[in-house]
Every structure is written in C-alpha cells, then in structure tokens.
C-alpha cells in the first residue's frame, strides 16, 4: 500500500493553518509592527514545519509510498514560503531592530516559531472568533488562513472517503 498523496498534501496545509494563530500571537506580543511583520512570523513559522513535513516524505519516499513528483513540489512550496517570508522581513528589516539577518538564521528561527506558534495554538484560538486578536491591517492572512482551513477540510475529507473505500474492497479473513 502506499502512501496517499491526498495525506501529505493535507500535512503541508495543516502546517499553513496550524501556525498562524499561535504566529500571530506571538508576533503581536509587545506591540503591532504591521502587516509585514506578522506575514514573516507566519511564513517562518509555516516553514519550520515544512522542514518537518519535507523530511517525513523523505523517509515514506525511501520506503516507497510516496512519488517524487510529491516532494519536489512541497520542496518548491518550502522555498517560496522561506522566500516570501524573508522578503516580508526585510521590508521591515530596520523597524526595532527586527530581523534575523540572513535566510539561514531565518529558517532556524522559523523552526523554533513553528514550536512556539503551536504552543501557542489554543491560547490564541478563543481571540479568533471575537475580533480581538487580529488587527485590521491582517485580513489578507485572515483570509488566507480561512482558505486554507477549506482546502485541509477539503482534503482530509477526501482522505478520508478514499480510506474508507480501501478498507471495504479488502477481504475480511486477512489478518493485518
């Protein structure tokens, strides 16, 4: 059996939709330092997590069960998020100090952002519904992440049915 491509492409959008909140969150934390700045936390956190994912396909691609043509895209996605969010950051790169200096250094922090930006999850989830945790200059991400709740909604769904049908065409005498 391999893997399915509809559940690796689900990882890659829950890695979007799981970090923004928390992201969010903690690029809020003192104070609002604009659209850009939460752009950058949420694209580096988001990429932290691609890092993960990218290397879980790896080892799937290395038992066979996942295709190449898979990993080669989500690698294309890691690299443009990794490069839109650096972009993000070094539009406000002389703003507080704010920056990590190079791409290198951003990747690395993006990993420990998408640590804290999962801890920081569930904090940050009640704000959501209320108003009270976005600022007005964030409905792009808002939208964004809504889009992207759709699309993991839409795949995991999608997963789901075709599992499903996997376990009725199986014989029912075969020991797993």
Known sequence: MTMSWKKYWLLV???FVITQPGSIA?????????????LSVWLGSSAGGLLLVLT????????????PANLLLSAVVLVLTVVVGYSAELAIGGEMGYGSGNIVLFVIGGFLGFILSVMLLLISLPYVPTGDFYYPYDRPLVIAWLVLIVVAALLGASYVMERRKEKLREPEGRVP
């Open 26 to 38: 903690f690029a809020n934390w003192d104070a609002p330092y604009g659209f850009y700045k939460d």
């Open 13 to 15: 959008a829950l890695v």
């Open 56 to 67: 879980y396909g790896l080892y799937e691609w290395g038992r066979k069960k996942l295709g």
